[in-house]
């Protein structure tokens, strides 16, 4: 079974740090852009960071200079490293991959962890 796996999420105060760690598992032949989304209560999911498989990166307004996206490919892992968390980056975390599987791309996604930053 192919799946993602989060790890890393919980509660800091803010100024403090999180990181957090996404692996992917199964009989993946490969894997494309693998990012991190956010959803807050009562608000839409929206993304933080990704990764290419090149290791470009793109980030939204709000995380950059703070958050930083990193992979390990030989691991099939991405981290997303949150410094300077602030009470508005209180959200569930989703890891995201485009996992290529006998030769078809999926677009997988982890279960979720709570980020919590309290003031």
């Known amino acids: 079974q192919v799946q993602l796996v989060e790890s890393g999420g919980g509660l800091v105060q803010a100024g403090g740090s999180l990181r957090l760690s996404c692996a992917a598992s199964g009989s993946i032949s490969g894997i494309n852009d693998m990012g991190w989304y956010r959803q807050a209560p009562g608000k839409q999911r929206e993304l933080v960071a990704r990764i290419s498989s090149g290791g470009r990166t793109n980030y939204a307004d709000s995380v950059k200079g703070r958050f930083s996206i990193s992979r390990d490919y030989a691991k099939s892992t991405v981290y997303l490293q949150m410094n300077s968390l602030k009470p508005e980056d209180t959200a569930v975390f989703y890891c995201?991959?485009?996992?290529?599987?006998?030769?078809?791309?999926?677009?997988?996604w982890g279960q979720g962890t709570q980020v919590t930053v309290s003031s």
């Open positions: 995201n991959a485009h996992v290529v599987i006998r030769g078809s791309e999926y677009n997988l």
